[in-house]
T-cell receptor, first 115, second 114 residues
Framework: DTGVSQDPRHKITKRGQNVTFRCDPISEHNRLYWYRQTLGQGPEFLTYFQNEAQLEKSRLLSDRFSAERPKGSFSTLEIQRTEQGDSAMYLC?????????????FGDGTRLSIL | KQEVTQIPAALSVPEGENLVLNCSFTDSAIYNLQWFRQDPGKGLTSLLLIQSSQREQTSGRLNASLDKSSGRSTLYIAASQPGDSATYLCAVRPSSQGAQKLVFGQGTRLTINP
């Protein structure tokens, strides 16, 4: 069990550029979640996948954001035309849901800074 | 809409003390409540998960309780150590149909002084 892996750890970019983050969940976890955390706040839910299907999206996920999990394994989160307000830590989590209450396991996040 | 509150926002205690962190939530319709630890610049480490039917969970020096009807949870840390310094977050999973997300509090920043 290697844990949830996120890449890159840090991303600095200019306003208006596109960025893409990757998340590799714990092997065989069928659920994958994306959250966003700003300084001094708790994480806020963005979206989640069960296998390859994106089943829930937060209103925080504007049309500039898109997430995919094409083969039900790793996931990508893309932000187009980045804005200053997109600066945050983007956290990925995964869980194995088999009809019970299973904990979500988080990665170390990708910290995005918009210049 | 579910809201989670953690008080205090920051806590500083001397090493060796027992301490309690508080978490409250507005809607008692939850599947579970999870406590996490977050070190600066890092992700979240899951500490304990309490299912809605449970009253408490224990792991080592940590004990978490849940009173669903009053919308409260506490995390008790025994014999605190400097290595316990971190931000502690609680999160609930609402039991509304299809809800899979966690709703987080803002966290309590804990400092243990040697």
């Amino acid at each position: 069990d290697t844990g949830v892996s996120q890449d890159p750890r840090h991303k600095i970019t200019k306003r208006g550029q596109n960025v893409t983050f990757r998340c590799d969940p714990i092997s065989e976890h069928n659920r994958l979640y994306w959250y966003r955390q700003t300084l001094g706040q708790g994480p806020e839910f963005l979206t989640y996948f069960q296998n390859e299907a994106q089943l829930e999206k937060s209103r925080l996920l504007s049309d500039r954001f898109s997430a995919e999990r094409p083969k039900g394994s790793f996931s990508t989160l893309e932000i187009q035309r980045t804005e200053q307000g997109d600066s945050a830590m983007y956290l990925c989590a995964s869980s194995l849901e088999q009809g019970g209450n299973q904990p979500q396991h988080f990665g170390d996040g990708t910290r995005l800074s918009i210049l | 809409k579910q809201e989670v509150t953690q008080i205090p926002a920051a806590l500083s205690v001397p090493e060796g003390e027992n301490l309690v962190l508080n978490c409250s939530f507005t809607d008692s319709a939850i599947y579970n409540l999870q406590w996490f630890r977050q070190d600066p610049g890092k992700g979240l480490t899951s500490l304990l998960l309490i299912q809605s039917s449970q009253r408490e969970q224990t792991s080592g020096r940590l004990n978490a309780s849940l009173d669903k009807s009053s919308g409260r949870s506490t995390l008790y840390i025994a014999a605190s150590q400097p290595g316990d310094s971190a931000t502690y977050l609680c999160a609930v999973r609402p039991s509304s149909q299809g809800a899979q997300k966690l709703v987080f509090g803002q966290g309590t920043r804990l400092t243990i002084n040697p």
